[in-house]
Each structure stands twice: as structure tokens, then as C-alpha cells.
């Protein structure tokens, strides 16, 4: 009823005007000053010190209550930028429609600064042009009501230790559930990325989507072909690489979503039903998550995006080629890697706009399925396979396969090598490129489909 109340509001011409936030105090809530980055804490004082206010905004909230710890933690304030930047020396102004202070303090850190704002960029039509000031600076109501979910609209506010919620998003922490601000069927409309955040975040905390939400969703998920590819790519991945990819995947598959984002397994999944491929698929992203989830320790794991989107085809090229099963010699092998990279040009290939190292990469640790399942059957890999270069890639990419396939569990640490050292093993995240490593002391290491001096993945062998 509350949130219907709000969800009116912000649906009028003067929505949000009149709307009085729910302030939760200190001891009704959990978040304690103490979890807040130390970092973030200082920009704050500074703000308020210099007679502005200042609170920490956005999913930062949202992960505090829920005792999880923030990936970034955002400010929001009435400072102007220029204001802002005044009161940090080292700091930069960023962003072309809406401008935002990142404030640099050691080891790295950024702390994001931002005014608080009356409109999303998603819901202005027009062009990147920056926007004049004066029509985009809001109040703290204005600035929870153009946000995406009511539960990353939320305030807290350090001098009073207080959250402040203007749209009912403690509520809905509390009850579990994923609403859009507004009404949904608009707001998508306007942004049609909510509905992928909708998502992200029913999937990260196992929350349930509210009705009218949902409805927006399967109404209107087509309407991501609107969004520019390389948003939704990045979005994509950042869903596959979240730790949660399975019950993403779960979700999307349910929504129709699914589909929109990649509309090659619709034949795949639907026409062949009984050929488990849906089930290999979330099998598949549960090891994803479960090597993501293992604690970080000093190396972080990761997964080179080539990588974790093989994995994401492996049902497809099963379903088209039968690869596992195969028995691959020489010019067999080589023609079915070129049929599977035809098959990676046709389906991600503009779509993902990925580069032609990563297809090839993606289509060597595909193709090879079929070469570790023959002899990972004789429990011996030969020395000529672990001499090849591509060895150690298409070594843990077939790991992933088998844990899926119900095979032993893979070795985190095999995932922890790609920046050991400040060294990067594989083609970039983002595909544009690789990085060769030195090969002094590696000899006997014979590159995969390479010219003389170019190893494919810039990966030797162990
Ligand atoms: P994460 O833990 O992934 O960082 P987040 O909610 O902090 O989650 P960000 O992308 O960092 O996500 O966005 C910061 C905040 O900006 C969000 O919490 C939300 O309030 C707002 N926001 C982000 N994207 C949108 C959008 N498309 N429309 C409206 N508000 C948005
Ligand atoms: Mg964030």
C-alpha cells in the first residue's frame, strides 16, 4: 500500500514534491558507521565540514543493510562539481551528459562524488550533449525517485546515523522483493537496462521480482534491442561474471529475456527439450559461480571474457556439433574449429562485437573439448598436448565442462594465474587485444594456429 502510494506519486507532473521519506533511525537499522570505507567516511566529513550535506547513496546502502560488503561506495550532495572540486585536490570530473567528481585517494581508490540529481540520464530524450545544470539538479526525494529499484534508492546519513527512504526500499529489503521506481512499464520503456538490473539483483540476493515489475519485464524485454550492443555486452557480462550467474540465467530463461540477449539458443532450448540442454547450461554457470564465490585470498579469480562466453556456448556447439563425443584427427579437427567459429561469427560474432582473437580463442577451448575428453578417458595427457600453447587455457576450460558434467571438482587456484605478478596471461576483458608473454626459458612450447612469433592466447605451456 505504501509503495503504491509512492509508485502514484512519482507518476504525476510535481511527483515529488510533498513526499516525507520514512527515517529510519540507528538502532532500527544495522548499518553501523564502522563498515563504511574509511575513504568514503572522509569525503563525507569533508562535505558536511564545509556545510554541504552529504550521503552515502545507491547500492552501497543496499549492501550495507543487507550485511554484504559494497563493491563501491557512492555519495550523493547539494555541492555543486565545481564546489566539489574545490574541497578535493585530487580529484576529476567525469561524465558527458551529467557531470561527477571521482575523488583519488592512495592505493587507487576512487570515491565517486555526484550532485544530487532531479532526472535520470536514461529518462531524458535527447542527445550526449551535457545537460544544463540548472535542469538537473534535484532534491534528495528528486534524486531517490529517478534511480532504478527501490531498493538502491536508499540515503544514509552519517551525522544522524539515519536512512532515509523516500520509496519504500527498506521495506522491500526487508520483504525481499525487486521494484521498479515509478511505473514499471515507463520506466523500462524509457530504459529498458532496468529490466537486466531488475534481474541482476533478484538473482545476486535471491529476492523475489514484485508483480507489476515482472509484468514490465515480460511485456517489454524485446525493447533491449534498442539499448547501444556494447551496454548490453558489458551488462551481460557483468551478470555472467557476478557469482549469480545461474539463477541470472534462470530468471532470464524464465522471463523470455533470455532470448532477446541471445536468440540463438531459442532453438536450441525450446526445440530440442528433451536434450537437457537448458540444464547443461545452468550446470555450466553453477561452476562459474562456485569458482567466483571461493574467497578471494591474495589473487583474484577471474575468468578472460573469451572465456566464460565459451563456456556459455558449450550447449549450443554440443547441440550443433556433438564435440564431447567426437574423435578429431588432424584436418578433422581443423574443420570442425572453422565450423565453430562460423557458428561464433553468426551468433555473437556482431552482436558481442567481439574480436577476432577472441573467437579464435573461444573456438580453440571449444574445439578441444574433444581432445581432452579422448584422453583425460586414458587418465593421461600426453606430453605433446601439455606442451602446446593453448594447453593450460583449454585445460581449466575443460575442467569447467567436466565438474558441470558431474567430473571432479576444478582447482580454484587453477583460476587464480592470470594476473599473478602483475602478469597478464590472456587477451584482454575487453577482447581488443593480447598481451604476449616472454617465452625465455619455455622452450619446447609450439603455438596454436599462430604465424611464427604470435601464440594465439599469449598462453604458454606450464
Ligand atoms: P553494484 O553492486 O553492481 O555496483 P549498484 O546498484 O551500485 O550495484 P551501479 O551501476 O553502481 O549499481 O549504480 C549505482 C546506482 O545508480 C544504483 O544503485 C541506482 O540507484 C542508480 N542507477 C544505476 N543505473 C540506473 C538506471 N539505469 N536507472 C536509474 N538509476 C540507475
Ligand atoms: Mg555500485
Not at 377 to 384: D, E, G, V
Request: net charge positive.
Amino acid at each position: 500500500m505504501f509503495n503504491q502510494q509512492l509508485n502514484n506519486n512519482v507518476s504525476n507532473t510535481s511527483p515529488t514534491k510533498n513526499i516525507e521519506p520514512v527515517i529510519i533511525p540507528e538502532k532500527r537499522h544495522p548499518i553501523s558507521t564502522n563498515e563504511i570505507d574509511i575513504e568514503a567516511l572522509k569525503v563525507l566529513y569533508r562535505l558536511r565540514d564545509a556545510g554541504f550535506s552529504g550521503y552515502l547513496v545507491g547500492g552501497g546502502v543496499r549492501d550495507l543493510y543487507m550485511g554484504k560488503r559494497p563493491k563501491d561506495f557512492d555519495i550523493s550532495t547539494d555541492a555543486r562539481p565545481g564546489q566539489i572540486r574545490k574541497l578535493f585536490r585530487n580529484s576529476r570530473t567525469i561524465g558527458r551528459r551529467f557531470r561527477l567528481v571521482q575523488v583519488f585517494f592512495r592505493g587507487g581508490k576512487i570515491i565517486e562524488v555526484s550532485t544530487l540529481r532531479s532526472q535520470s540520464e536514461y529518462d531524458i530524450n535527447g542527445t550526449d550533449k551535457l545537460l544544463a545544470s540548472n535542469n538537473t539538479f534535484g532534491t534528495p526525494a528528486e534524486d531517490a525517485f529517478r534511480r532504478d529499484l527501490t531498493i538502491n534508492a536508499l540515503f544514509y546519513e552519517i551525522e544522524s546515523k539515519t536512512i532515509i527512504d523516500y520509496v519504500g526500499g527498506v521495506k522491500d529489503l526487508d520483504q525481499g522483493l525487486i521494484r521498479i521506481i515509478g511505473e514499471p512499464e515507463r520506466r523500462v520503456t524509457r530504459d529498458p537496462v532496468r529490466m537486466m538490473r531488475a534481474i541482476r539483483h533478484a538473482a545476486r540476493n535471491d529476492f523475489r521480482i514484485e508483480e507489476n515489475t515482472w509484468k514490465a519485464i515480460t511485456r517489454n524485454f524485446d525493447k533491449l534491442e534498442l539499448c547501444p550492443r556494447s551496454r548490453i555486452r558489458d551488462e551481460v557480462l557483468k551478470d555472467l561474471t557476478s557469482g549469480s550467474s545461474e539463477p541470472w540465467a534462470r530468471i532470464t530463461l524464465e522471463s523470455g529475456l533470455f532470448f532477446t540477449l541471445f536468440p540463438f539458443y531459442r532453438e536450441v532450448i525450446y526445440q530440442h527439450v528433451d536434450s537437457g540442454r537448458r540444464s547443461e547450461l545452468l550446470s555450466l554457470l553453477s561452476v562459474v559461480d562456485r569458482l567466483y564465490n571461493t574467497p578471494e585470498g591474495d589473487v583474484r579469480i577471474d575468468f578472460p571474457d573469451y572465456f566464460i562466453l565459451a563456456t556459455l556456448l558449450v550447449p549450443l556447439v554440443e547441440d550443433h556439433f556433438d564435440i564431447s563425443s567426437q574423435r578429431l584427427k588432424g584436418p578433422t579437427h581443423y574443420r570442425l574449429s572453422r565450423k565453430i567459429r562460423a557458428v561464433l561469427d553468426d551468433v555473437l560474432g556482431e552482436r558481442y562485437n567481439l574480436k577476432r582473437m577472441a573467437k579464435e580463442a573461444m573456438t580453440t577451448l571449444l574445439v578441444n573439448l574433444s581432445t581432452f575428453e579422448q584422453f583425460s578417458r586414458k587418465k593421461n595427457l600426453p606430453k605433446w598436448l601439455r606442451n602446446k600453447s593453448y594447453f593450460p587455457d583449454c585445460y581449466r576450460f575443460y575442467r569447467v565442462v567436466s565438474e558441470a558434467r558431474g567430473g571432479p571438482q576444478v582447482d580454484e587456484d587453477l583460476f587464480r594465474i592470470h594476473r599473478q605478478g602483475g602478469r597478464q596471461d590472456h587477451i584482454r576483458r575487453d577482447g581488443k587485444g593480447y598481451k604476449k608473454n616472454s617465452s625465455k626459458g619455455r622452450k619446447g612450447v609450439r603455438p596454436a594456429f599462430a604465424d611464427k612469433n604470435k601464440s594465439v592466447f599469449g598462453l604458454r605451456g606450464r
